[in-house]
T-cell receptor, first 114, second 117 residues
């Protein structure tokens, strides 16, 4: 079945450590996105990529980094510079780029930093 | 910048009844698309319905329909014959193919819908 996978579902890290969240899609989509979700708030865009080897900052990119070496993969690194990293992280993809198509979401990763 | 506002943090409805969730947005673009996404307790985001701004006809998907008022910049979601499985957080979202937010999806804060048996 085609879809988006994110691993792991739950992730725990100590403060000061970098951590990388995985996102893989087998939908052959060009565009991929990373969102952050905090309680009581909507999703906020961290980074997005419209094509391999290219990506742009979203609204809250500070303290995060990404890479897009393969069409299927768009990993997100939460660095120690991110002041409040504990959140729910969602990865999404869409068929074409640029696009106003529906975005398809992964199941998310809950990151807890203590 | 485009903004999306959902003024109802929580709503509740009796099973089999109808409920309407509100959404307003602000944009200077004339061409855009609006979506309602559902996020159940599993936290998987699911597209419920979409509306193209250039279409005057309101979108419908089975028990879900929208009331799109372009001049008022309003986009409400009506759920008819509510079912227990409709209980979720609902997000209104906006995207435009033009302007500085090209291709970027903007979400509202969400409305938690509770369905009572």
């Amino acid at each position: 079945d085609g879809g988006i996978t994110q691993s792991p579902k739950y992730l725990f890290r100590k403060e000061g450590q970098n951590v990388t969240l995985s996102c893989e899609q087998n939908l052959n989509h060009d565009a991929m996105y990373w969102y952050r979700q905090d309680p009581g708030q909507g999703l906020r865009l961290i980074y997005y990529s419209q094509i391999v080897n290219d990506f742009q900052k979203g609204d809250i990119a500070e303290g995060y980094s990404v890479s897009r070496e393969k069409k299927e993969s768009f990993p997100l690194t939460v660095t120690s510079a991110q002041k409040n990293p504990t959140a729910f992280y969602l990865c999404a993809s869409s068929p074409t780029s640029p696009t106003v198509d529906e975005q398809y979401f992964g199941p998310g990763t809950r990151l807890t930093v203590t | 910048a485009q903004t999306v506002t959902q003024s109802q943090p929580e709503m509740s409805v009796q099973e089999a009844e109808t409920v309407t969730l509100s959404c307003t947005y602000d944009t200077s673009e004339s061409d855009y698309y609006l979506f309602w996404y559902k996020q159940p307790p599993s936290r998987q985001m699911i597209l419920v319905i979409r509306q193209e701004a250039y279409k005057q006809q309101n979108a419908t998907e089975n028990r879900f329909s929208v009331n799109f008022q372009k001049a008022a910049k309003s986009f409400s979601l009506k759920i008819s014959d509510s079912q227990l499985g409709d209980a979720a957080m609902y997000f209104c979202a906006y995207i435009s193919p033009g302007g500085t937010s090209y291709g970027k999806l903007t979400f509202g804060q969400g409305t938690i819908l509770t369905v009572h048996p």
